[in-house]
């Protein structure tokens, strides 16, 4: 049954083959059954002779060769002045040798990609180097070649020949069915015709291929404006067309003819077909037996049948010498006859390369003119002559304009390897020639010079050309080598083509039929198309003849127009505005990107700004209303005007009757007070435009007070009531209308007023400090009367609490500055002020000691009351903000003198007040004032050693410090106190010193640079493992790939054509692809949170993801702008290219006739499109995400990180074109994508739960604490955050925060500080005024995600740093720490003792932490964790009001016991910054077993950066290592 069904099939197949083979293929294909392919369109040419490659691969020989050119100006140029036509052949015969040559022979098709070879142009060659330069070549570009060849000497290169050997009217109908289906008329057997008269073929609107050359305007025709014909060497010249119109008649007056004679055939797919069979045996007939005979000038042997055996294709030196003898007969141009024989034009050949159409349109019959000048025009002499116009004329390309085609023909045969000239006679059984005049001896008697030329030029006959030697054997006709090879190769084709009319077998004709077109001539053809009449169209049509008053002529030179000349073409041009204009926009996107979150950012602040100011003016109003009812003069609303760059702030403005004007804020807080009291005059401007709503007054020694009011008239009723305090206190007032451009351009602002007190505390402090500062040496070089105005500058109360970092209304700062203003004016004088700093900076301790006593004896008597030593503790304990109230403070005053046997005492002398401060004296004694940006100034080592030895004794309270449970700090402290010691000092704390000095370590320094470099790698191992391993990948994948372009894929073309410019942007490719997918998975964070739990945490650093994300994408960035660069020059030298070198791209498809332009390279493809698209995504996204943008416009960065999706999307569409590749993105995307929508998805199932919020709650420094439901199944550890989205504000804008509960809690809260408008909006939102029934909005949760924080519980030691809103992880961390106490869990964590140090400016601003802290030292029995407090806002440890507060903490601990006066804790509190690397040191000394401290810290970057330093340096100084794990807000 199988072999049934085989043999079944095997009868199909013979069938289906015998019934096609009825029908001749266009292509060639099929017609030996045996050999489908023999001779068919695209088949290798024949090498029938062994090639001559120097390597017998594929490289041509030239080297020992002379110049192509060289050979053609030397033998072939033609004696213009002396040349005549040939007596026998006119022109229709000639240009008839290249319709011949195009039906059976198509090579001019060059490889892909381009292969060049030069040829040396001579010096002062007329038409290539006319200017003399003696460096000029002419191009030559490889024929195309069969790409499975060329790889092997076994193998050697073949060339392609794009036609079909056989003569099956490829010249009319093309090589493809598909071709030939568009020059079919619909409906009917004829070729589509223009006009009703079927003179001319429909027009191109098809657009079907053709070769298309510049003409002579150097412009390519635009091919719809071309005739539709099926060959597409068609337009070279007049005649060929004229040629392709004549057998486009000719087929339709077969159709005609066919439809009258056989009325049966109705198909109009037969009819076609059979005028295409008719037509294809005519051609036949007319080239075998009319016209090869004429040109081989002897009989064609009789057909012999059909030869399957016998191979019809073309053979190379057919191709490449044979055949292009006929280019000794084409003359060089086309004489144009009426119907009259009356020359009417002679189009010279030169000059109508492809402008052929032009000259068959130039009149009505202008076709059958030219046809008719051809007739009765004789062609060139057959000698190796050639024209003028084929040897220095011939079309070229747009940047080759005119080409030698002689020399052409000679690099032809080089470019095939045929071999020399005697080779190739000894291969075709001719005799070998021995001397150059053999080759033609009569021709050698009549020119002997030519031969002694070619002597010169070849020196061995050896190295003869094929194509020059063949054509030195011309005698009247083609010598012996060419007629043998002519004759070979037709025979060839005749008796192995199938279709051929003569073959019998094939039954196509009949051999009535065979006879009838054995008689059909061109002359016949010339008679049934009606082109010419009867008496113009002899019987030989390719003959010479004199007919009817129509006699022949030879055209020569003088009788037609010049040659265009030779130039080149630059592609790039009309490209240079779009260049430039491109890659400007390129550059300027990132810059209107920033521009643009610049203007974002502005509208935000615009739009915060005005509801601020309604809310302001609400305020004020409704202040406003209540005050207007009674008071001491009434308030006034208003905006100040601060500066050019700064906002308004609202005001409200109340003039006092004793001449003072108070400015408070919205909220009643006082900005400044004005007084005016004790001035002489005052000057007010006011404004004449604007609505006259500006007022200006100049305050001497002050900054303006510039105001803008709502309207005019609440301007005057606030200059009205100044006015009249001003004169009822007898001062005068100065009102002067100004324009509001020039009050404000005029007014001193508080800007200006603090850049001249920059500069007077710039020169008190170089007098008191002596510093290198001189305001001469300013870059705005200050004058003599600039110094002045710093001299003569005075210091308003509130200028002075501001450099002091306390409040104006600060009973401290009252008294100081009653205490300087020695004139009473109200102000501190430049002398003044600097005799204070000296006094705290320079003078003894006595000194200081006698000031600050005297700013309390306001009375002066050297006596202070229990009372004043009450308000002066009072207003230091106020400045730290402690809360402790007036009896507290009175117990405190009386523990301090009880303590001091002053309890008597009712009055304190100077003498008492220093025995009172005698526990701080080792303090007070180096103690000065902290000014406010200024650095830290001590007294020098000659003052500390006079205090030394006058006797001074430094207290023992540091060992009072020491003795506090566990504090990291006080440890810290007692260690660098202890350094300072005197001997005898030393000796008391010696216990110690001894405990800890036994571990210490002392470092050669050439050792510490390699020290600080090992432990900088130990820390951070993993992230320099892993970074490793990432940029090691990234470059690899650049480095392959640029590898792969630059060698690998040599052959390709591509470098050739973009140089290393394709290897770079392929490399960067590449690597973009990788880092764009791995983007993906640093974002998957509930994959990262569950990696944490498992063994890969210990290994992969997976708290640095969001900072590894950063590294992928500026690394992405780099590559990206790499690649972006790459193809600025890639684009460059494609635009520069022939449409013709652009064949390397498969999936871009160019039209010959089009040249792409550099918008083509941009906007006319889609890899370009999306390109472009690309980087305007990119460049949105990038600059979105910078932290400034994320800081100003979060709901920006929040919605343009969300075209990440189009990103990958255009990246998909951008490769998908496969211009130079495979896509290769997928590989990459595919895995990470999978995993980012898994995670993904999983974080969607979590948000679309909606929870609710049980408890909020405002609390001071702008924070909000939420509470609310836990979900099921909700796991989480202390330090985690998750992200949550408010549905009134976004269901899908999520925002990360820290968990403030602890795992064992059934409720989840967080604590949010409000920065930006989102969190003020949550804020306002969740005020519990506003939902007094407690109804909140509700909110999605997403999480809980991973953090460092997190793996506090991994070490044995862990030290917790968190700096403004950065403690909520700790919150939660305490929490839990405290929890697993309480339960007695403590074993199952590794941690046995946590260190928190809390930074803080105040410890007001987070009073919700201290419930945490002091819920902890209840708990906290063994003292395992130890808080230390550091209030920033206050002054540093060497500020003397500083030393006087520790004396109250000290006492106050001691009365509460043990717990702080400012916080309520037992935790250390201190003022200034920590010292960590002290601390860090104090802390292994502590423990000094444990190898490994674990440290973390969450804050500002600050914060950070001081861990990341000392946890380096306590590394280098100790034996403990120091990890630090961090989080930046």
Same mark, same amino acid.
């Given at each position: 049954m199988k072999s049934l069904v085989i043999y079944t099939a095997f009868l199909y197949n013979v069938f289906f083959l015998v019934e096609s083979h009825k029908v001749q293929r266009f292509d060639g294909w099929y017609n030996n059954l045996a050999y489908p392919n023999w001779g068919s369109a695209g088949e290798s040419l024949i090498h029938n002779i062994t090639s001559a490659y120097i390597d017998l691969t594929y490289i041509p020989r030239l080297d020992d060769l002379p110049s192509a050119r060289d050979v053609s100006n030397l033998l072939f140029r033609q004696d213009i002045a002396n040349t005549s036509g040939h007596s026998k052949r006119n022109a229709l015969f000639a240009y008839f040798g290249q319709v011949v040559t195009y039906e059976i022979v198509d090579s001019d098709q060059v490889s892909c990609p381009a292969e060049l070879l030069t040829i040396s142009v001579p010096k002062c060659d007329e038409a290539f180097d006319s200017a003399c330069r003696g460096n000029g070549v002419m191009p030559y570009e490889r024929i195309k070649y069969n790409t499975d060849t060329g790889q092997s000497p076994n193998n050697p290169r073949r060339q392609i020949n794009s036609a079909s050997s056989y003569i099956d009217a490829s010249f009319v109908y093309g090589t493809s069915s598909v071709r030939a289906s568009f020059l079919r008329q619909p409906g009917t057997g004829k070729l589509a015709s223009l006009d009703l008269w079927e003179k001319f073929p429909d027009l191109n609107t098809v657009r079907l291929p053709y070769h298309t050359f510049p003409n002579k305007d150097n412009k390519i025709a635009n091919p719809e404006t071309l005739w539709r014909f099926g060959d597409e060497h068609v337009y070279e010249n007049p005649a060929l067309l004229s040629f392709g119109v004549l057998f486009f008649r000719y087929h339709n007056s077969l159709v005609q003819k066919i439809t009258r004679q056989n009325t049966n055939i109705t198909s109009a797919v037969d009819v076609f077909y059979k005028a295409r069979q008719w037509l294809t045996a005519s051609l036949q007939n007319i080239i075998m037996y009319e016209w090869l005979p004429k040109l081989l000038n002897t009989e064609v042997p009789t057909y012999e049948g059909y030869k399957g055996n016998l191979e019809p294709g073309i053979t190379a030196v057919f191709d490449a010498a044979a055949i292009r003898y006929i280019l000794t007969l084409i003359p060089m141009g086309i004489r144009v006859l009426d119907d009259k024989c009356t020359t009417k034009n002679k189009v010279r050949l030169c000059t109508s390369y492809f402008d052929s159409q032009r000259v068959l349109t130039n009149h009505e019959h202008a076709f059958e003119d030219v046809i008719r000048g051809l007739l009765f025009q004789e062609a060139e002499k057959e000698d190796m002559k050639v024209v003028p116009d084929i040897l220095d004329k011939f079309f070229g390309p747009l940047h080759y304009s005119r080409h030698d085609h002689v020399s052409y023909t000679i690099m032809k045969g080089r470019d095939y390897g045929l071999p020399d000239y005697n080779t190739v006679r000894q291969c075709i059984g001719l005799r070998p020639i021995k001397t150059f005049e053999d080759i033609n001896p009569k021709l050698a008697r009549e020119n002997p010079l030519l031969f002694n030329k070619t002597r010169h030029l070849?020196?061995?006959?050896?190295?003869?050309?094929?194509?020059?030697?063949?054509?030195?054997?011309?005698?009247?006709?083609?010598?012996?080598?060419?007629?043998?090879?002519?004759?070979?190769?037709?025979?060839?084709?005749?008796?192995?083509?199938?279709?051929?009319?003569?073959?019998?077998?094939?039954?196509?004709?009949?051999?009535?039929?065979?006879?009838?077109?054995?008689?059909?001539?061109?002359?016949?053809?010339?008679?049934?198309?009606?082109?010419?009449?009867?008496?113009?169209?002899?019987?030989?049509?390719?003959?010479?003849?004199?007919?009817?008053?129509?006699?022949?002529?030879?055209?020569?030179?003088?009788?037609?127009?010049?040659?265009?000349?030779?130039?080149?073409?630059?592609?790039?041009?009309?490209?240079?505005?779009?260049?430039?204009?491109?890659?400007?926009?390129?550059?300027?996107?990132?810059?209107?990107?920033?521009?643009?979150?610049y203007a974002a950012a502005k509208c935000r602040n615009w739009k915060h700004a005005n509801v601020v100011?309604?809310?302001?003016?609400?305020?004020?109003?409704?202040?406003?209303?209540?005050?207007?009812?009674?008071?001491?003069?009434?308030?006034?609303?208003?905006?100040?005007?601060?500066?050019?760059?700064?906002?308004?702030?609202?005001?409200?403005?109340?003039?006092?009757?004793?001449?003072?004007?108070?400015?408070?804020?919205?909220?009643?807080?006082?900005?400044?007070?004005?007084?005016?009291?004790?001035?002489?005059?005052?000057?007010?401007?006011?404004?004449?435009?604007?609505?006259?709503?500006?007022? %200006?007054?100049?305050?001497?020694?002050? #900054? &303006?007070?510039? =105001?803008?009011?709502?309207?005019?008239?609440?301007? $005057?009723?606030? +200059?009205?009531?100044?006015?009249?305090?001003?004169?009822?206190?007898?001062?005068?007032?100065?009102?002067?209308?100004?324009?509001?451009?020039?009050?404000?351009?005029?007014?001193?602002?508080?800007?200006?007023?603090?850049?001249?007190?920059?500069?007077?505390?710039?020169?008190?402090? %170089?007098?008191?400090?002596?510093?290198? #500062? &001189?305001?001469? =040496?300013?870059?705005?070089?200050?004058?003599?009367? $600039?110094?002045? +105005?710093?001299?003569?500058?005075e210091l308003t109360k509130e200028e002075f609490a501001q450099a002091l970092a306390v409040k104006p209304n600060s009973e401290f700062v009252e008294n100081m500055f009653t205490m300087l203003d020695t004139d009473r004016n109200g102000y501190i004088s430049f002398r003044d002020f600097l005799h204070m700093v000296v006094i705290f900076s320079k003078g003894s301790c006595q000194e200081k000691l006698q000031t600050i006593f005297g700013m309390f004896d306001v009375e002066g008597r050297g006596i202070l009351q229990k009372a004043d030593l009450t308000r002066m503790f009072s207003s230091l304990l106020d400045m730290a903000n402690s809360n402790l109230n007036k009896a507290a403070v009175n117990t405190l005053i009386e523990s301090i003198c009880k303590e001091h046997g002053l309890e008597e005492h009712t009055e304190i002398n100077f003498e008492n007040f220093c025995q009172i401060l005698s526990p701080q004296m080792d303090k007070l004694w180096n103690a000065g004032l902290d000014w406010k940006g200024r650095r830290k100034c001590l007294p020098n080592n000659n003052e500390k050693k006079r205090g030394s030895e006058n006797g001074r004794r430094r207290s023992s309270a540091s060992h009072e410090i020491i003795k506090r449970k566990g504090s990291v700090a006080s440890l810290s402290q007692a260690t660098e106190e202890d350094g300072n010691r005197t001997p005898t000092d030393s000796r008391r704390s010696s216990d110690v010193r001894t405990r800890f000095i036994a571990i210490r370590e002392e470092y050669h320094p050439a050792k510490a640079k390699l020290k600080t470099f090992t432990h900088f790698i130990e820390n951070n191992r993993q992230h320099i493992f892993f970074l490793v391993i990432f940029f090691g990948a990234t470059f690899a994948l650049f480095a392959e790939r640029f590898y792969h372009y630059t060698v690998e894929r040599e052959h390709s073309g591509l470098r050739m054509i973009m140089s290393y410019g394709i290897s770079v942007t392929r490399g960067a490719a590449a690597a973009m692809s990788f880092t764009f997918s791995i983007l993906l998975l640093t974002m998957c964070r509930n994959l990262i949170t569950w990696l944490r739990g498992t063994f890969l945490n210990l290994y992969v650093p997976f708290d640095s993801h969001v900072a590894f994300h950063k590294v992928v994408a500026w690394t992405a960035l780099f590559f990206t702008c790499l690649h972006i660069i790459g193809y600025g020059f890639n684009f460059y030298h494609l635009t520069t290219q022939p449409t013709s070198h652009l064949?390397?791209?498969?999936?871009?498809?160019?039209?010959?006739?089009?040249?792409?332009?550099?918008?083509?390279?941009?906007?006319?493809?889609?890899?370009?499109?999306?390109?472009?698209?690309?980087?305007?995504?990119?460049?949105?996204?990038?600059?979105?995400?910078?932290?400034?943008?994320?800081?100003?416009?979060?709901?920006?960065?929040?919605?343009?990180?969300?075209?990440?999706?189009?990103?990958?999307?255009?990246?998909?569409?951008?490769?998908?074109?496969?211009?130079?590749?495979?896509?290769?993105?997928?590989?990459?995307?595919?895995?990470?994508?999978?995993?980012?929508?898994?995670?993904?998805?999983?974080?969607?199932?979590?948000?679309?739960?909606?929870?609710d919020v049980i408890r909020a709650e405002k609390l001071p420094s702008d924070i909000t604490h939420i509470e609310f439901k836990r979900p099921a199944n909700f796991d989480y550890q202390s330090g985690q955050w998750v992200r949550i989205a408010c549905l009134t504000h976004g269901a899908n804008e999520y925002h990360p925060f820290t968990l403030t509960s602890a795992p064992h809690e059934d409720t989840l809260s967080l604590h949010i500080r409000a920065l930006g408008p989102w969190t003020w909006n949550i804020r306002q939102e969740f005020d519990p005024e506003n939902h007094r029934d407690g109804s909140y909005p509700h909110i999605y949760l997403d999480g809980p995600y991973g953090a460092g924080q997190q793996d506090w519980y991994q070490y044995e030691v862990s030290v917790l740093v968190g700096a403004g809103i950065g403690v909520t992880p700790y919150a939660s961390i305490l929490k839990d720490f405290v929890h697993m106490a309480s339960i007695k869990n403590m074993f199952k964590m590794k941690c046995q003792k946590l260190y928190f140090i809390w930074v803080t400016g105040s410890q007001r601003h987070f009073e919700w932490l201290l419930d945490i802290i002091r819920e902890v030292e209840d708990v906290d029995e063994k003292g395992l964790v130890s808080v230390d407090i550091f209030i920033t806002q206050f002054f540093q440890q060497f500020d003397m009001r500083t030393a006087m507060l520790y004396i109250c903490e000290e006492h106050f601990q001691k009365l509460s016991g043990g717990r702080s006066v400012f916080t309520g804790l037992k935790a250390s509190t201190h003022f200034g910054r920590p010292q960590l690397n002290s601390m860090f040191n104090a802390v292994h000394r502590a423990h000094p077993m444990v190898k490994k401290i674990g440290v973390f810290s969450c804050g500002p970057p600050g914060i950070t950066k001081s861990v990341e330093r000392g946890c380096i340096e306590a590394s280098n100084n100790t034996r403990a290592l120091f990890e630090h794990h961090f989080e930046n807000f």
């Amino acid at each position: 049954m199988k072999s049934l069904v085989i043999y079944t099939a095997f009868l199909y197949n013979v069938f289906f083959l015998v019934e096609s083979h009825k029908v001749q293929r266009f292509d060639g294909w099929y017609n030996n059954l045996a050999y489908p392919n023999w001779g068919s369109a695209g088949e290798s040419l024949i090498h029938n002779i062994t090639s001559a490659y120097i390597d017998l691969t594929y490289i041509p020989r030239l080297d020992d060769l002379p110049s192509a050119r060289d050979v053609s100006n030397l033998l072939f140029r033609q004696d213009i002045a002396n040349t005549s036509g040939h007596s026998k052949r006119n022109a229709l015969f000639a240009y008839f040798g290249q319709v011949v040559t195009y039906e059976i022979v198509d090579s001019d098709q060059v490889s892909c990609p381009a292969e060049l070879l030069t040829i040396s142009v001579p010096k002062c060659d007329e038409a290539f180097d006319s200017a003399c330069r003696g460096n000029g070549v002419m191009p030559y570009e490889r024929i195309k070649y069969n790409t499975d060849t060329g790889q092997s000497p076994n193998n050697p290169r073949r060339q392609i020949n794009s036609a079909s050997s056989y003569i099956d009217a490829s010249f009319v109908y093309g090589t493809s069915s598909v071709r030939a289906s568009f020059l079919r008329q619909p409906g009917t057997g004829k070729l589509a015709s223009l006009d009703l008269w079927e003179k001319f073929p429909d027009l191109n609107t098809v657009r079907l291929p053709y070769h298309t050359f510049p003409n002579k305007d150097n412009k390519i025709a635009n091919p719809e404006t071309l005739w539709r014909f099926g060959d597409e060497h068609v337009y070279e010249n007049p005649a060929l067309l004229s040629f392709g119109v004549l057998f486009f008649r000719y087929h339709n007056s077969l159709v005609q003819k066919i439809t009258r004679q056989n009325t049966n055939i109705t198909s109009a797919v037969d009819v076609f077909y059979k005028a295409r069979q008719w037509l294809t045996a005519s051609l036949q007939n007319i080239i075998m037996y009319e016209w090869l005979p004429k040109l081989l000038n002897t009989e064609v042997p009789t057909y012999e049948g059909y030869k399957g055996n016998l191979e019809p294709g073309i053979t190379a030196v057919f191709d490449a010498a044979a055949i292009r003898y006929i280019l000794t007969l084409i003359p060089m141009g086309i004489r144009v006859l009426d119907d009259k024989c009356t020359t009417k034009n002679k189009v010279r050949l030169c000059t109508s390369y492809f402008d052929s159409q032009r000259v068959l349109t130039n009149h009505e019959h202008a076709f059958e003119d030219v046809i008719r000048g051809l007739l009765f025009q004789e062609a060139e002499k057959e000698d190796m002559k050639v024209v003028p116009d084929i040897l220095d004329k011939f079309f070229g390309p747009l940047h080759y304009s005119r080409h030698d085609h002689v020399s052409y023909t000679i690099m032809k045969g080089r470019d095939y390897g045929l071999p020399d000239y005697n080779t190739v006679r000894q291969c075709i059984g001719l005799r070998p020639i021995k001397t150059f005049e053999d080759i033609n001896p009569k021709l050698a008697r009549e020119n002997p010079l030519l031969f002694n030329k070619t002597r010169h030029l070849y020196g061995d006959i050896s190295k003869l050309d094929l194509f020059v030697g063949g054509m030195l054997e011309t005698n009247d006709g083609p010598g012996e080598l060419f007629t043998t090879i002519i004759q070979n190769q037709f025979y060839n084709i005749r008796h192995g083509d199938w279709f051929w009319f003569e073959n019998t077998k094939s039954k196509i004709f009949t051999d009535e039929e065979i006879e009838e077109i054995k008689n059909i001539k061109l002359s016949d053809i010339l008679l049934s198309t009606n082109t010419l009449e009867h008496e113009h169209v002899p019987e030989d049509a390719f003959s010479v003849h004199n007919l009817s008053g129509c006699n022949s002529e030879y055209l020569s030179a003088e009788q037609m127009s010049s040659c265009p000349d030779h130039h080149g073409y630059d592609y790039f041009k009309g490209s240079e505005l779009s260049f430039i204009i491109l890659w400007t926009c390129f550059g300027i996107i990132p810059f209107v990107c920033i521009l643009s979150a610049y203007a974002a950012a502005k509208c935000r602040n615009w739009k915060h700004a005005n509801v601020v100011r309604k809310m302001q003016t609400r305020t004020m109003k409704t202040g406003g209303r209540s005050s207007f009812s009674g008071g001491e003069g009434s308030k006034h609303m208003a905006y100040e005007w601060l500066d050019e760059k700064e906002d308004e702030r609202a005001v409200v403005l109340k003039v006092k009757p004793q001449c003072e004007i108070e400015v408070d804020s919205c909220t009643g807080r006082r900005l400044r007070t004005i007084k005016l009291f004790n001035q002489e005059s005052v000057y007010m401007m006011t404004s004449s435009n604007k609505g006259r709503t500006y007022t %200006s007054i100049k305050v001497p020694k002050e #900054y &303006d007070l510039v =105001l803008r009011f709502n309207n005019s008239a609440d301007r $005057q009723m606030f +200059e009205n009531e100044v006015t009249r305090a001003l004169e009822a206190n007898q001062i005068q007032c100065n009102v002067v209308e100004e324009r509001a451009q020039y009050i404000l351009k005029s007014a001193f602002t508080q800007k200006k007023r603090n850049l001249r007190l920059e500069k007077f505390f710039k020169s008190v402090f %170089s007098e008191a400090f002596q510093m290198d #500062y &001189d305001p001469n =040496l300013e870059d705005d070089q200050l004058e003599r009367q $600039q110094t002045n +105005e710093i001299l003569e500058t005075e210091l308003t109360k509130e200028e002075f609490a501001q450099a002091l970092a306390v409040k104006p209304n600060s009973e401290f700062v009252e008294n100081m500055f009653t205490m300087l203003d020695t004139d009473r004016n109200g102000y501190i004088s430049f002398r003044d002020f600097l005799h204070m700093v000296v006094i705290f900076s320079k003078g003894s301790c006595q000194e200081k000691l006698q000031t600050i006593f005297g700013m309390f004896d306001v009375e002066g008597r050297g006596i202070l009351q229990k009372a004043d030593l009450t308000r002066m503790f009072s207003s230091l304990l106020d400045m730290a903000n402690s809360n402790l109230n007036k009896a507290a403070v009175n117990t405190l005053i009386e523990s301090i003198c009880k303590e001091h046997g002053l309890e008597e005492h009712t009055e304190i002398n100077f003498e008492n007040f220093c025995q009172i401060l005698s526990p701080q004296m080792d303090k007070l004694w180096n103690a000065g004032l902290d000014w406010k940006g200024r650095r830290k100034c001590l007294p020098n080592n000659n003052e500390k050693k006079r205090g030394s030895e006058n006797g001074r004794r430094r207290s023992s309270a540091s060992h009072e410090i020491i003795k506090r449970k566990g504090s990291v700090a006080s440890l810290s402290q007692a260690t660098e106190e202890d350094g300072n010691r005197t001997p005898t000092d030393s000796r008391r704390s010696s216990d110690v010193r001894t405990r800890f000095i036994a571990i210490r370590e002392e470092y050669h320094p050439a050792k510490a640079k390699l020290k600080t470099f090992t432990h900088f790698i130990e820390n951070n191992r993993q992230h320099i493992f892993f970074l490793v391993i990432f940029f090691g990948a990234t470059f690899a994948l650049f480095a392959e790939r640029f590898y792969h372009y630059t060698v690998e894929r040599e052959h390709s073309g591509l470098r050739m054509i973009m140089s290393y410019g394709i290897s770079v942007t392929r490399g960067a490719a590449a690597a973009m692809s990788f880092t764009f997918s791995i983007l993906l998975l640093t974002m998957c964070r509930n994959l990262i949170t569950w990696l944490r739990g498992t063994f890969l945490n210990l290994y992969v650093p997976f708290d640095s993801h969001v900072a590894f994300h950063k590294v992928v994408a500026w690394t992405a960035l780099f590559f990206t702008c790499l690649h972006i660069i790459g193809y600025g020059f890639n684009f460059y030298h494609l635009t520069t290219q022939p449409t013709s070198h652009l064949c390397i791209f498969d999936s871009i498809v160019l039209r010959s006739e089009f040249q792409p332009t550099f918008n083509f390279w941009f906007f006319g493809n889609m890899t370009g499109f999306t390109g472009v698209l690309l980087v305007i995504c990119i460049c949105i996204i990038y600059v979105y995400a910078t932290q400034t943008a994320r800081r100003l416009i979060f709901n920006g960065f929040w919605l343009t990180h969300k075209l990440i999706v189009v990103m990958y999307i255009l990246t998909i569409l951008h490769g998908a074109s496969t211009i130079v590749q495979k896509p290769m993105f997928f590989a990459y995307f595919i895995g990470p994508a999978i995993l980012f929508t898994i995670d993904k998805m999983i974080s969607m199932s979590r948000k679309k739960t909606e929870l609710d919020v049980i408890r909020a709650e405002k609390l001071p420094s702008d924070i909000t604490h939420i509470e609310f439901k836990r979900p099921a199944n909700f796991d989480y550890q202390s330090g985690q955050w998750v992200r949550i989205a408010c549905l009134t504000h976004g269901a899908n804008e999520y925002h990360p925060f820290t968990l403030t509960s602890a795992p064992h809690e059934d409720t989840l809260s967080l604590h949010i500080r409000a920065l930006g408008p989102w969190t003020w909006n949550i804020r306002q939102e969740f005020d519990p005024e506003n939902h007094r029934d407690g109804s909140y909005p509700h909110i999605y949760l997403d999480g809980p995600y991973g953090a460092g924080q997190q793996d506090w519980y991994q070490y044995e030691v862990s030290v917790l740093v968190g700096a403004g809103i950065g403690v909520t992880p700790y919150a939660s961390i305490l929490k839990d720490f405290v929890h697993m106490a309480s339960i007695k869990n403590m074993f199952k964590m590794k941690c046995q003792k946590l260190y928190f140090i809390w930074v803080t400016g105040s410890q007001r601003h987070f009073e919700w932490l201290l419930d945490i802290i002091r819920e902890v030292e209840d708990v906290d029995e063994k003292g395992l964790v130890s808080v230390d407090i550091f209030i920033t806002q206050f002054f540093q440890q060497f500020d003397m009001r500083t030393a006087m507060l520790y004396i109250c903490e000290e006492h106050f601990q001691k009365l509460s016991g043990g717990r702080s006066v400012f916080t309520g804790l037992k935790a250390s509190t201190h003022f200034g910054r920590p010292q960590l690397n002290s601390m860090f040191n104090a802390v292994h000394r502590a423990h000094p077993m444990v190898k490994k401290i674990g440290v973390f810290s969450c804050g500002p970057p600050g914060i950070t950066k001081s861990v990341e330093r000392g946890c380096i340096e306590a590394s280098n100084n100790t034996r403990a290592l120091f990890e630090h794990h961090f989080e930046n807000f």
